[in-house]
């Protein structure tokens, strides 16, 4: 059974004792077996293996975790939330129920809403609205320029005050270098990323999904490599020039990945994400004309897919990310040409990531860092580690536990996964945010 609490985020000194867990976190490396955590209202309190050895705290509520994994909660910092303008597809709460869902306890969300996310009105909207319905931590990106048209920068400085944890036009790329020169300028002084959906949009021309022998097969107009690239090329040279902190979002690439690897031995602040479909799928599942496989960028070459597991595997991609794009049936059953791009992935993320461990490339380790620390640092938040003193997010995940997708028992309003009917090997059972369950599974 699935229960979901909204949180009351009036959880002063309450004191949870979460026993018998492996305890792991990435970023020092502890693992062990048999551990124990203390919450102590919002707050980590205590942990460590022999933590409980003399009994739980006198009026501690106690959590059996069962011996499975108690991790920093995971982050997931680029969603779509469609809350101002299109809430039919998906609200702050309803998207936030589906990160809980996914073991999810920090999201960051794109500004491409209905008016974009340009100013510090619709900024203070959306803070209100996470507050308000918010099942787990929201931290907004503001959008480079205005209204995302790519001619002139928003008030950067204020939208940091305000609480911008960076920027990005994402849905778009900022296709003038200079306007993304001046970008990465404000990014430098005012110490946040400046996130890139790197396309060059004349190369992509159109395309509905990636170019090859599948596009051809299907005479469907295909989004060269080239076109991800030639951005992520000429920004690297410009986060170089400025000094600034240069994020790629949903990276698909070989070839990107590749500038990206070179631009971190240069030592460069340079970081990249990749999504679960990028290293799980390739472009032959959209063979058939499954727009349920349509995303931007698109999933590309089996080459290009091992090079993304390749990336994650030798650290050049940093964190594992989503772009959890949900859109209404009305929006994916059109022709492929006109189905809107992307899917929903915030409940699918860590079982499709487990994978990586299951079948022996990446430590549960490493892959637990692309969903924790690492995208923390990322965006800068207080997050992604197990600290006395840090904020009380946790997932437990049994990584063993098999389960089906079900499309229509997803909790995003939309229902547009192109994984209905897999089956899946490790899960979230309890989502723990600011010392609060707000998801528990069985
Ligand atoms: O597939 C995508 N969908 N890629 C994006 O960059 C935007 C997103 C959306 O907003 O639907």
Redesign the pocket.
């Known amino acids: 059974m699935t229960q979901f609490f909204k949180p009351t985020r009036t959880n002063h000194g309450q004191r949870v004792a979460y026993t018998n867990a492996r305890l792991i976190d990435p970023e020092s490396g502890l693992d062990v077996k048999g551990g124990g955590l203390l919450t102590e209202g919002n707050k980590i309190a205590d942990f460590g293996e022999k933590l409980f050895n003399n009994g739980t705290p006198d009026g501690a509520e106690v959590v059996d975790c069962g011996g499975h994994i108690l991790c920093p909660g995971l982050l997931d910092i680029q969603v ?1 939330f469609r809350e101002p303008g299109q809430e039919y597809k998906e609200t702050i709460e309803s998207g936030s129920k589906s990160a809980a869902a996914g073991g999810v306890t920090t999201v960051a969300t ?1 500004p ?1 809403t209905k008016p974009v996310v340009d100013d510090i009105t619709v900024l203070a909207f959306l803070q209100k609205r996470a507050i308000e319905t918010g099942y787990v931590n929201i931290r907004p990106y503001a959008a480079i320029t205005k209204g995302q048209k790519g001619d002139e920068l928003t008030e950067m400085a204020m939208l940091v005050e305000a609480g911008a944890c960076g920027f990005t036009d ?2 778009l790329p900022v296709m003038n270098a200079q306007i993304m020169r001046q970008a990465l300028t404000m990014g430098a002084a005012l110490g946040v990323p400046i996130a890139q ?1 790197a396309e060059d949009h004349n190369l992509s021309c159109g395309g509905c999904m990636n170019e090859g022998w599948v596009a051809t097969k299907l005479g469907l107009k295909g989004i060269p490599n080239v076109s991800e690239a030639v951005i992520v090329a000429r920004d690297i040279l410009l986060a170089e020039l400025t000094g600034a902190q240069y994020h790629v979002l ?1 990276i698909s690439t070989k070839e990107a990945i590749d500038l990206v690897r070179l631009a971190k031995k240069k030592g460069l602040r340079v970081t990249a994400e990749a999504a679960p479909h990028h290293f799980v799928l390739n472009d032959e599942a959209v063979i058939d004309y499954r727009t349920f496989s349509k ?2 960028p698109p999933l590309r070459a089996e080459i290009d897919r091992q090079a993304v597991i390749e990336g994650l595997m030798d650290g050049t991609i940093d964190a594992i990310a989503t ?1 959890h ?1 949900p ?1 209404d049936t009305e929006s994916k059953r059109v022709t492929m040409d006109l189905a ?3 899917i929903v992935g915030l409940e699918t993320m860590l079982s499709l990531s487990l994978d990586l461990v299951h079948s022996g490339k990446m430590s549960m380790r490493d892959v637990l860092a692309a969903m924790t620390y690492k995208p923390a640092d990322i965006i800068h938040a207080d997050a992604g580690r197990l600290k006395k003193g840090a904020p009380a997010d946790l997932t437990l995940i049994d990584p063993n536990h098999s389960w089906t997708i079900k499309n229509e028992e997803l909790h995003s309003k939309s229902k547009n996964s192109p994984f209905d009917g897999r089956t899946l090997k490790g899960r979230a059972l309890r989502t723990v945010v600011g010392g609060e369950t707000v998801y528990a599974h069985g």
Do not use: C, V
Request: aromatic content about 6%; glycine content about 14%; charged content about 15%.
């Open positions: 779509h794109m491409n994402d849905g959906h949903h995303m931007n772009d794009a859109h809107a791009f992307g």
